[in-house]
């Protein structure tokens, strides 16, 4: 410990952090890839790329995808009411938007299915309009707006609670309209954060597996989940299968957790910059 | 407000010029936000206790009453209870050394304690299959000495511990963070020792930042259900959770019976939500009567001048 460490505790405490964090998540994640390894490349591949498999990565990254941006514009809009304006109920509104981070997914599942269903709330509108989700593509999308909408929220509201008004103040005077001050004077500002968001909502939706298999109705080259796939394979003792699979997935999670990472050190610059 | 003046004297006066939107614009903005919130957020939270109750009060408490259920929700507080603990002290170790000390490498640490958020739940389940499995690295050997741990408890909450491994660390390093060290060195410097300091002067400051982790890590380990799923093995009124009971009611189509099981869940959130808010107002408050104080009198430890 070097003289300047005043403090107690530094050799505990990290010795502590690091044996636990190997005991819990480095080692096991290490048997996925150690098990990966003693597969042939011929069958990695095979078990990465047949037609189902690639299947439901398109429906995972196409449905995360769609879900991510609709939860930025929602995320933006929940955002800027929430810190912008007055209205009755907004302290309730502002617990609200964490539900989806405090209520199980298996409990979202089966309600948005019950929504969604011909004969539900909203399904029974939905309907006759000729628009299917339960049980469709479609509805894989509502449950991940669903999971992804706190992230977005969380993410831009400190940075728009922390934006200089007096710099809007100057775009006005300076003649700007309210669009161009949003424009070019706040949309830069909490670019960075809604990012972050997005990159946040996406690597969430990816691996989300609860909400989903209720709604989704897990029709092979479908409807499918990867998730989905792992669980199947490994109920068929294919764990080969599922090891590959899952090192896939992994390594996506690993690289978005860089990127989300990176966004984040941006997003510090940029306010550390500004102020 | 100067600026503003000069900026409405310049420019004609028909043209209002605010730093604001105009009320209608408020208005519809609040509106698409709040009916948005209404459709994704509130109408399922609705539709799980209308789905429970749809056969009215009697086929409701006759759900809960069920051994399977009452089992179910015995084993969601056994693993909570022994997941929330551990996440509890690994939290507190890790935010006082990431926190209160510089050290090489203390970026990547980091962004290995949040490594399980972002690993699919299904993943995390399986990696544990892949240790401690029949097929797995330990397998033969715990065979041989007749322990379980996949499909047994400690499987599910491992998996659990997995899942909520950053939710108490992740609320306590910024909040220490933005605290600093010099109350901690104050108190050494007194003659404090390592354990006075953290229950006197780190504890109390960190207190609404613990509550707020804690009740969300406690959200998630009874929520949890894709990496419990994969190591529980599914037996009825053994190895199956509140989340887990959900399903097999739903899939077995007793819809009632499963959405009065996920209606206790719900509350379970709904609670987290009100416990949550009530532990963040009560922190701006005292940040902000801390605040409020003269530079020179930060803490209420200071006899306050008679206002006389």
Known sequence: ?275 | MINKTIASTTHSNARRISTTEAPWVQWTLIGLALGFMALFLVMPLLAVFVEALRKGGEAYLEALKEPDAWAAIRLTLIIAGIAVPLNLVFGIAASWCIAKYEFKGKAFLTTLVDLPFSVSPVVAGLIYVLVFGAQGWLGPWLAQHDIKIIFALPGMVLATVFVTFPFIARELIPLMQSQGNEEEQAAIVLGASGWQTFWYVTLPNMKWGLIYGVILCNARAMGEFGAVSVVSGHIRGQTNTMPLHVEVLYNEYQSVAAFAVASLLALLALVTLVIKSVAEWQHERELKAAAELPPERPRDEIPRPHLA
């Open chain 1, 1 to 275: 410990m070097s003289s300047r460490k005043v403090l107690p505790g530094f050799n505990l405490t990290l010795g502590y952090t690091v044996f636990y964090l190997c005991l819990i998540v480095l080692i096991p994640l290490s048997a996925l890839v150690f098990k990966t390894l003693n597969l042939t490349f011929d069958q990695f591949w095979a078990a990465i790329s047949s037609p189902r498999v690639v299947a439901s990565y398109q429906l995972t990254f196409g449905a995360s995808l769609l879900a991510a941006s609709v939860n930025v514009l929602f995320g933006l809009l929940v955002a800027w009411v929430l810190v912008r304006y007055d209205f009755p109920g907004k302290k309730v509104a502002d617990a609200l938007v964490d539900l989806p981070f405090a209520l199980p997914t298996a409990v979202a599942g089966i309600a948005l299915t019950a929504l969604l269903a011909g004969n539900g709330w909203i399904g029974q509108f939905l309907e006759p309009m000729g628009i299917e989700l339960a049980f469709k593509p479609g509805g894989v999308v509502v449950a991940l707006i669903f999971i992804g909408l706190p992230f977005v929220v969380r993410t831009v509201q400190p940075v728009l609670e922390d934006t200089e008004k007096e710099l809007e103040e100057a775009a006005t005077c300076l003649g700007a309209t309210r669009w161009q001050t949003f424009g070019l004077v706040i949309f830069p500002a909490i670019a960075p954060a809604l990012l972050t968001g997005f990159a946040m909502a996406f690597a969430r939706a990816i691996g989300e597996y609860g909400s989903v298999i209720f709604i989704a109705g897990n029709m092979p080259m479908v409807s499918e989940i990867t998730p989905l796939i792992i669980i199947g394979k490994l109920e068929q003792y294919d764990y080969a299968g599922a090891t590959a699979v899952a090192l896939m997935m992994l390594i996506i999670s690993f690289v978005l957790l860089l990127l989300i990472n990176a966004l984040q050190a941006w997003q510090r610059q940029r306010s550390g910059a500004g102020a």
